[in-house]
Nanobody
């Protein structure tokens, strides 16, 4: 199983980034997919989750700013991040999500938001 995340970078507050995660080695359309993040000194937190048919959930701090989506044919999941804030700075990970928690993890991509 491989989850390859990309799209991180540095941006000023108020800017946007789009993260992508390409999956292989799994039946993608059978899996919920999720984005997590971990800021320095903090625990990893679930940011957004999407079911195979498109239902989504978000942590309150990103509602209205972030959008998770997926393309089952391409086996990819995305996180569009708008109106970024300094507190969104973290390493972002994509993961499969089943049975109430994460399963397989990607390698992480750094997002840095400056004021």
């Amino acid at each position: 199983v491989q989850l390859q995340a990309s799209g991180g970078g540095s941006v000023q507050a108020g800017g946007s980034l789009r993260l992508s995660c390409a999956a292989s080695g799994i039946i993608f359309s059978n899996n919920d997919m999720a984005w997590y993040r971990q800021a320095p000194g903090k625990q990893r937190e679930l940011v957004a989750r999407i079911k195979p048919w498109g239902n989504t959930n978000y942590v309150d701090s990103v509602k209205g700013r972030f959008t998770i989506s997926r393309d089952n044919a391409k086996k990819e999941v995305y996180l569009q991040m708008n109106s970024l804030k300094v507190e969104d700075t973290a390493v972002y990970y994509c993961a499969t999500y089943n049975l109430g928690g994460p399963g397989y993890w990607g390698q992480g991509t750094q997002v840095t938001v400056s004021s």
